[in-house]
């Protein structure tokens, strides 16, 4: 029985279809994989140019001292500062903290070790003082100990500076910690009232999290007393007190993929303990975000102090107490804006003075280091973290190529290393 002209067609139509699939390339004949939980890329937008868009991979090993050489002059700065490169061969360097005989303690969140950085005959000397760790990015120090965080526990070294040549295994004092690795890394410090804060950030681009997530938490040295004192965070990298209200103030993160100019990062102020800045209900203080905030109003949240830029990624963050710098930023926080990586032309990359007036809120933002994103929109550097030396000069760490350099102001002679 012959076929019918429309069945014949259909069977054509097939056959061709058929033949043009088993043309296209194997990749493309594949389902597209599922991204991991947590992702930076869920939720990116299929168009062009966001596809374009991933995380900057800093470099696997830090880079060599000729290459960081050559960086301090292609940044530009503030009337009256300089900068210099401090250090180097520290692969991915993030947080720093200064212990008590001048030791520079650095953390690592790609690699698995903590650093030191001492003084040997007028050159800075870098040593391992911790390996095998999983995700080591937070540092604090108090009375000879130093506290270390990784992705899910915080532990500590006693008497670090006394054993730098031969340290002890760090002790586990608090693990009731998730172990998401989405924003799992972790800024600590220890505040005004010798406890030990730390983060727990939003695990993962911008999602419902659980009551164990999204905040800043304080422990007692110990590891004991557990309490939360900010919800609503998405995911902080730095923190500080006022040295006179003895506020705590956080940089905060902006969830991505909403837009390329918005939401801006965040600089928020505590001003009593459970307050809630909005994640991820809303954004930057007043965008309701587009999937979590039906049903709310950012009049609800606390707003920040201070927008920082959209997609700045917002990191490290200190007061400035020294005496190096000019009267006018005494007390102003110095923020380290590691840089865009979700927006096609990058922003950040920078070192940023935040002056506030007298009763804490945000006065203006002075740019004091830019640079960082080169003119072919690419990085030479990435700031993360910046911490006062005792001469009153100011050190970054750069994690992209593994260094650490020094600001000063004026006729500052190098700091003793």
Excluded at 106 to 111: A, D, T, Y
Excluded at 303 to 308: E, G, I, L, N, Q
Excluded at 398 to 417: H, P, T, W
Aim: hydrophobic content about 35%; proline content about 7%; overall charge positive.
């Amino acid at each position: 029985m012959a076929f019918r002209s429309s069945t014949r067609r259909a069977l054509l139509l097939a056959g061709t279809f058929g033949t043009l699939v088993a043309a296209w390339p194997v990749a493309a004949q594949q389902a597209a994989q599922p991204l991991p939980p947590g992702s930076p890329l869920l939720g990116r937008p299929d168009t062009e140019a966001a596809m374009k868009l991933a995380p900057v991979a800093a470099l696997p090993i830090a880079a060599s001292a000729d290459k960081v050489a050559v960086v301090p002059g292609k940044l530009t700065l503030a009337k009256g500062f300089k900068i210099d490169v401090y250090v180097t061969g520290i692969t991915n360097a993030r947080s720093m903290r200064v212990g008590d005989k001048g030791t520079i303690f650095v953390g690592s969140r790609l690699q698995d070790k903590v650093y030191a950085v001492v003084d040997k005959g007028g050159k800075p000397e870098v040593k391992v003082i911790a390996s095998g760790l999983y995700r080591p990015n937070g540092v604090a120090f108090k009375d000879g100990t130093l506290y270390i965080a990784e992705l899910s526990k915080i532990s500590k070294i006693e008497k670090i500076e006394d054993n730098l040549d031969n340290p002890p295994k760090p002790v586990v004092i608090y693990d009731d910690l998730p172990k998401d690795e989405a924003h799992g890394w972790k800024f600590i410090a220890i505040g005004p009232d010798s406890k030990l804060y730390l983060e727990v950030g939003q695990p993962g681009n911008n999602v419902m999290p659980s009551d164990r997530h999204g905040q800043i938490r304080r422990i007692n040295l110990d590891g004991s007393g557990a309490e939360v004192v900010a919800r609503g965070v998405r995911h902080s990298v730095g923190f500080d007190w006022h040295p006179v209200s003895k506020e705590l103030y956080f940089t905060d993160n902006g969830r991505d993929w909403l837009s390329e100019d918005v939401p801006e990062d965040e600089l928020n102020r505590v001003q009593k303990v459970g307050e809630h800045f909005g994640s991820p209900y809303c954004y930057q203080g007043d965008i309701p975000d587009p999937e979590f905030g039906w049903g709310h109003s950012c009049s609800e949240f606390t707003p920040p102090v201070a927008k920082m830029g959209p997609h700045s990624a917002s990191l490290g963050m200190r007061f400035y107490t020294g005496g190096m710098f000019p009267a006018k930023y005494k007390n102003a926080i110095f923020v380290a804006r590691h840089g865009s990586w979700n927006r096609s032309k990058k922003f950040g990359g920078d070192i940023v003075a935040v002056h506030l007036n007298k009763d804490g809120t945000v006065k203006d933002k002075e740019v004091i280091v830019t640079g960082f994103i080169g003119p072919d929109n690419n990085y030479i550097g990435r700031p993360v973290d910046v911490q006062m030396l005792k001469d009153g000069s100011l050190l970054i760490s750069d994690d992209y190529n593994g260094a650490i350099y020094r600001l000063s102001y004026g006729n500052a002679k190098s700091a003793s290393r």
